[in-house]
């Protein structure tokens, strides 16, 4: 029995934002009578953060403290429209009609402001500490909530933004083939070390180094908590996950999380990420989002990995002990690829 | 069916319900005492979100029959903060990003408060043993292993221990 050391790479280009059917998403701020605002949306959070990197989208592009902006995605019987949190597009499609709508309440903000200082909104502007001042004069100032309350109260105006954000549907040029399927792509790079058992077929990932190029990382901890939460799940598809083990047959397909193979905290992987800022300009503050690529390289890594440790290919998911097996034995024994 | 009494302290406070024979403690804090803090996942013991502690120790609340809590003490996570004041396993989990999703973070967190109870200064192997009954499918278990560890530090008055990464 010989424990052999494999190293895979992988890379991808993960589009977001599909730009076929236009792809939209809509937001709605308003403010309430204390000068909190609040961000209505159906894009639901699932754990990824959906919540947080719209709050402080909103937050920055009002001017106001982000502790004084609350997103609520309660529900979309009535909510503003949204396609769904899901393929990579949230931070990207959902932001941007954040941004439209929060520009908007910002502006009516701003009037009200104005109005109460007498002077005009243009020269106006926000510390980001729930104050409006006049440009050059921070003692001409009035708070946020006092704007907020004159508004209701006084001058019968709401502070209320509405953002939709649709790219122009796009189709494919009968002749060229040629078309705009995705707004902007991130991008990420993965090498995966394992060892592979070629008595027992196991494979065991020993570790991961990556670099995952995101756009503006709008909130790095987020980011750097779903890259590693995601390979964790990328190596779980690779080595351990399937409804369908024998696949037509259901036989033997797990039922329950009795059956169902998934690693757990004894199975950890070390992780090296490299988060790469290059911001795109059609994204809401440059942030594209890691959303599902964070999974997606980790699986033909691991199967790269895998060929290079004994020189077996598996083309079918996941790569469990049987089958690199049988794929050792009918190479007449582990063939190690290249030399580390 | 007759309803069968059964008094025990719920965190701090005396709960008195009456339960259906049979009836699962996970359901019955739910549903009869209004603490949700117990999350029912899987309801057959493999997923770990409705761990609570009775007398101290990790029980899986699906499997553990309401009646057999009479005269015991039950925690669950409302009862780990007091007042204001989170607990440091709560702290910690929350600076540390240990959840996304979150189903799965009341059973860690007793989990992990059972294993700080009895090893207030636990080694990385013996947090990942610790909550080896617990499922996540979201952060890759690390930033949780963190955390636990982070909040043991904490009690213990020192720095944090360094992760794996």
Redesign the interface.
Same mark, same amino acid.
């Given at each position: 029995m010989t424990i052999h050391k494999g190293r895979g790479f992988a890379c991808i280009n993960y589009p977001i934002g599909m730009n076929l059917g236009g792809d939209p998403s809509q937001a709605l701020v308003h403010s309430t009578p204390d000068g909190k605002f609040m961000v209505a949306l159906s894009s639901i959070d %699932? @754990?990824?953060?959906m919540k947080s990197v719209t709050r402080q989208i909103a937050s920055e592009t009002l001017g106001v403290p982000v502790e004084d902006v609350y997103v609520d995605t309660a529900d979309s019987d009535t909510g503003p429209h949204c396609m769904g949190s899901f393929a990579s597009r949230g931070t990207h499609r959902v932001g941007n009609a954040v941004i439209r709508a929060a520009a908007e309440a910002r502006k009516q903000m701003m009037e009200a402001a104005a109005e109460e200082l007498e002077v005009n909104a243009s020269d106006l502007d926000t510390d980001g500490a729930g104050n409006i001042h006049v440009k050059g004069a921070p003692g001409r100032s009035i708070t946020v909530a006092e704007t907020a309350i004159a508004a209701q109260f006084k001058q019968g105006r709401t502070l209320s933004g509405r953002g939709i954000f649709l790219v122009p549907p796009n189709e494919a040029d009968p002749d060229t083939g040629d078309m705009t399927p995705v707004t902007c792509f991130a991008h990420a790079a993965l090498v995966v070390d394992l060892e592979v058992d070629d008595e027992t077929g196991e494979v065991e990932v020993t570790e991961i180094n990556s670099a995952y190029e995101v756009g503006r990382a709008l909130n790095p901890? %987020?980011v750097?908590?779903q890259l *590693?939460?995601?390979?964790?799940?990328g190596v779980s598809h690779a080595l351990y996950e399937t409804t369908e083990p024998y696949y037509p047959q259901r036989d033997h397909g797990p039922e329950?999380?009795?059956t169902y193979l998934?690693p @757990?905290? @004894?199975q *950890?992987v070390?992780?090296?990420v490299a988060v790469l800022e290059r911001p795109a300009e059609d994204a809401p503050f440059g942030g594209k989002g890691p959303g599902e690529m964070c999974a997606n390289p980790v699986l033909p890594a691991v199967a790269n990995a895998v060929y290079n440790a004994v020189g077996v290919r598996c083309d079918q998911l996941p790569i469990t002990p049987e089958k690199v097996l049988k794929g050792i034995r009918a190479n007449g024994g582990a063939r190690p690829q290249g030399i580390r | 069916m007759a309803k069968t009494p059964v008094t025990f302290t719920l965190n701090d406070a005396e709960a008195a319900l009456f339960v259906d024979p049979g009836a699962a403690l996970v359901d019955v804090l739910r549903r009869g005492a209004g603490d949700l803090t117990p999350k029912q $996942?899987?309801a057959?013991g /493999?997923?770990g979100a409705c761990t609570v502690l009775i007398d101290g120790v990790p029980h899986l609340s699906c499997l553990t029959l309401a009646e057999t809590v009479q005269g015991r003490h039950v925690e669950t996570t409302s009862g780990l903060a007091g007042g204001p004041d989170l607990h440091p396993l709560q702290k910690a989990f929350i600076e540390g990003?240990a959840?996304?999703? $979150?189903f799965c973070t009341s059973g860690m967190l007793m989990a992990a408060k059972s294993l700080l109870d009895q090893t207030p200064d636990p080694t990385r192997d013996q +947090?990942? &043993?610790a909550?080896?009954g617990?499922?996540?499918?979201? /952060? $890759?278990? &690390?930033?949780? +292993?963190d955390a636990i560890l982070t909040a043991a530090a904490e009690m213990q008055g020192r720095p944090a221990q360094q992760g +794996?990464?």
């Open positions: %699932l @754990g990824q953060g901890k %987020l750097e908590q *590693i939460g995601g390979a964790w799940m329950d999380f009795n998934q @757990g905290p @004894g *950890i070390p992780h090296h | $996942g899987c057959q /493999t997923c990003f959840a996304q999703c $979150g +947090v990942i &043993e909550i080896s617990n499922l996540c499918r979201c /952060t $890759g278990y &690390e930033p949780i +292993v +794996v990464r």
